[in-house]
Every structure is written in structure tokens, then in C-alpha cells.
């Protein structure tokens, strides 16, 4: 079980959208949806994530307060860390954690977004 206290990360959630540029293409971009705090543990051990550790893939938990805004999160967008700016792209839609209060999410940094 996770408490408050362990939320130590602030990570912004981003969602890529299309907007148009000055020649009327479409642009992808990665716009802010809002930040929050959040818990990082990394995975290790199986020989899936070793093998993705091999290929500088970094799989990892995050997990976050739930609420409204956050069970709007889906796969298709990514958290960048505040701190240190990694990237992670969310592999998974959030799951509510044992404890309801937590949603938790499969995420992968190293990787291209």
C-alpha cells in the first residue's frame, strides 16, 4: 500500500494533439493536460524487463491520486518527470491500485515517443 508520503515525483501528463501551422499542415504536438504527483518504482527481475533493460528500455510503475482528471489518462500519452525530465510513454490505461485512492500505470522511458 502507498501513502501520500510516497508521492515524490512531480510528472506532467501530455497528450499528442494536431495543430496547424503557418502552411496549413498538421503538425503533431504534445500539449499539457496537468501535472501531478506521483510514485516511481522501477521493475526488475523477469527476463522480459531484463531483456528491456538490455535494449535501454527502462520499464517502470507509476502511480498517481485518483481522480477525475486522472482517469482521463490513456495509453496513447506519456508523463515527463519535472525534475529530471524523463520521458515515459504509458504502455497501459491506468488501473485502480489496491488501495481505490491510487491509480497505477505501465510506462517505459528510453524509448521513442
Do not use: C
Not at 504527483?37 to 498517481?64: F, K
Amino acid at each position: 500500500m502507498i501513502g501520500g508520503g510516497k508521492l515524490d515525483r512531480r510528472l506532467r501528463f501530455e497528450k499528442r494533439e494536431g495543430q496547424e501551422d503557418q502552411y496549413g499542415n498538421t503538425v503533431s504536438t504534445w500539449v499539457l493536460q496537468f501535472t501531478e504527483a506521483a510514485h516511481r518504482v522501477w521493475l526488475r527481475g523477469g527476463e522480459t524487463v531484463m531483456a528491456a533493460r538490455l535494449e535501454s528500455r527502462q520499464p517502470v510503475i507509476i502511480t498517481i491520486r485518483n481522480s477525475a482528471r486522472a482517469r482521463t489518462v490513456t495509453a496513447d500519452w506519456r508523463a515527463v518527470d519535472t525534475r529530471d525530465g524523463r520521458v515515459y510513454n504509458l504502455r497501459e490505461n491506468p488501473k485502480e491500485s489496491d488501495n481505490r485512492g491510487y491509480l497505477e500505470m505501465l510506462a517505459e522511458g528510453g524509448v521513442a515517443t
